[in-house]
Every structure is written in structure tokens, then in C-alpha cells.
């Protein structure tokens, strides 16, 4: 993953030199953080509710907790094999988190997994393969 980042922040920076990000729509306006036109209307007022009272959803949380969990897992990866126990540990946990992740989205009508395919298509488009 951190090669990816690395990747993403190189070509960022390059656009940024390029000019490609100069008169983008909205460019020198705020941002509307309060944009919820991704979430489904009847569920609108909940999330609302539930940021107001400082609650996220459980998807959220058990999306920051398979990175952490991936996290965990590349530096016992760097270690090298002297974490072998840890590391039947952590991919046992994540593989449960995600497993829980991907129920909840099926029961919630939110089939695909959400940022994978997306994250799929940035990796692809980051490495020229499209």
C-alpha cells in the first residue's frame, strides 16, 4: 500500500506542476463539507444525527479497522518471518472484519463493497494499464 500512496502522491505533484488542477470548477471556492448527495435521501437525516453526536457508522469503523489491520499486517510482512504467530493473528481478525464489512453492506443494499472496485480502477489507471 505504501507504494501506492507513493505513486499517487508522485503523480499528484506532477499534475500540480503541469497546471492541470488550475481552473478546475470550484477552484479558489470552500468546500461544502455538508455535501451528502452520496448518501441515499432516507438515510440523510441519520447521518446527520449521528455526526452531529459524534457516532460514525459501523461500516466506517470497521473500514478503519481493516486498514489498521492491513497496516499491521505490511509491517509484520517487513519483519520478516520471525511474526509468523502475529501474522496468522492479524489476517484471521481482518479476514472476520471484512467478512462482517461485507454482510453489513449486503443487508444495507450496498452490494460491490463499496471503495474496492474504486481503489481497483485507481491502481490500474495510476499504473497505465487502461
Known amino acids: ?22 481552473h478546475l470548477p470550484g477552484h479558489g471556492k470552500p468546500l461544502n463539507l455538508e455535501d451528502l448527495s452520496g448518501v441515499p ?27 489498521t489491520l492491513e497496516e499491521m499486517l505490511a509491517a509484520c510482512r517487513n519483519e520478516g518471518g520471525a511474526a509468523s504467530g502475529a501474522m496468522k493473528e492479524l489476517e484471521t481478525k481482518l479476514s472476520l472484519k471484512r467478512f462482517r464489512l ?9 452490494e460491490g463493497g463499496g471503495f474496492g472496485a474504486y481503489e481497483e480502477a485507481v491502481r490500474r489507471k495510476l499504473l497505465g494499464e487502461e
Open 102 to 110: 461485507q454482510q453489513l453492506l449486503q443487508e444495507r443494499g450496498v
Open 41 to 67: 435521501e432516507e438515510l440523510r437525516m441519520s447521518f446527520k444525527i449521528m455526526k452531529n453526536a459524534g457516532v460514525l457508522p459501523e461500516e466506517l469503523i470497521l473500514r478503519k479497522e481493516c486498514v
Open 1 to 22: 500500500m505504501a507504494m501506492m500512496s507513493w505513486l499517487a502522491e508522485q503523480r499528484i505533484q506532477e499534475a500540480m506542476r503541469s497546471g492541470a488542477f488550475d
